[in-house]
């Protein structure tokens, strides 16, 4: 099997009647492109940007964020980049920023509401971003936690001021989904986007109200649970009927079983650690896009994430 992976891993991920998944990795430095690359990766489809802030003692300056992502950009030739805005809060705690302390910060200023209350870490990054964009790389710009409309309104209006302020090319703007709001309001938040990545290690946090970093809970924090599965797919569907993509990338993506039940669902687009993507692609060059509906069809009718595990063994 191994060695079957190691063939397949630069074949796109074809099912068996010809649909195409875009396979793309989760990395945050420019020097993991390489090896993510060997691996399989079609592009990059989550850049956190929060390892810019984290492991030092000061912020990075505007230029400092441009190469970074002119740096990414370029050690992907022309491959598709999401870079994610930055995403501090919850379990991603940067002390230099000196941020109040909060009783519960997962529900707390995290993500794009951290952003849109700070106009000094939004604006040297959505600057930094279109200059990285003007210098050619081929990057979409992805924002984290929003959960409502005039959130996504107030972003796209600093991204295109900016935008226009340096006469950098028009890039894709999208959202994560990781909030149910998000899930459920999916097909009115899809007229104001580009496109949609479901981040399911937070979505199944805030659907299970489980501590994503729980230690006792860590078993029932399952991403295939049925009521996440359900949110996952009234995300396709509102996109969809807007004509907008959807990946996911939280750790679920990177799981063989559960990159099939998302390619039932509809998602065009997984991204993954980067030492997931061959066992994920070998797993999707066995399947056809019929199966793999059929599998999330079941999954959703499913009462317990146990028995959606278990369809794993008739699939
Ligand atoms: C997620 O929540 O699934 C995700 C990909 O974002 P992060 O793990 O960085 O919160
Ligand atoms: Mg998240």
Aim: glycine letters at 8%.
């Amino acid at each position: 099997q191994r060695a079957a992976e190691e063939q397949q891993r630069s074949l796109p991920a074809t099912t068996t009647d010809g649909h195409r998944i875009e396979i793309a990795a989760n990395i945050n430095r420019a020097d993991q492109a390489a090896m993510a690359l060997s691996q399989g990766a079609d592009g990059v489809g989550l850049m956190r940007t929060e390892f810019l802030f984290l492991e030092r003692d000061h912020a990075p300056d505007e230029d400092e964020q441009a190469a970074a992502y002119l740096a990414m950009g370029q050690a992907l030739d022309g491959r598709p980049l999401i870079v994610r805005a930055l995403d501090i809060g919850g379990d991603k705690q940067v002390a230099h920023l000196k941020l109040p302390r909060e009783e519960n910060p997962f529900l707390g200023v995290r993500g794009s509401r951290l952003l849109l209350r700070s106009p000094d870490l939004l604006e040297p990054q959505v600057r930094a971003l279109y200059r990285a964009a003007r210098d050619g790389a081929a990057l979409s710009i992805m924002f984290p936690m929003i959960t409502s409309v005039s959130e996504i309104l107030t972003l796209r209006e600093t991204c295109e001021q900016i935008r226009q302020e340096l006469q950098a090319p028009v890039v894709p703007v999208g959202i994560m989904v990781e909030v149910p709001a998000a899930a459920m309001m999916a097909d009115v938040l899809a007229r104001h986007v580009d496109f949609f990545s479901i981040g399911t290690n937070d979505l199944t946090q805030y659907t299970l109200a489980i501590d994503r970093q729980h230690p006792d809970l860590a078993a029932e924090a399952d991403s295939l649970h049925p009521a996440v599965l359900r949110l996952i797919r009234a995300t396709v569907d509102g996109a969809k009927a807007q004509g907008r993509w959807v990946g996911v990338c939280g750790g679920i993506a990177g799981d063989p079983f559960g990159a099939t039940v998302l390619l039932g669902l509809g998602v065009d687009e997984l991204s993954m650690t980067p030492r997931d993507i061959p066992a994920v692609k070998a797993r999707l060059r066995t399947v056809s896009l019929a199966q793999a509906q059929q599998v999330a069809a079941q999954a959703l009718a499913c009462e317990t994430a146990d028995a959606v595990r278990t369809l794993e063994g008739v699939a």
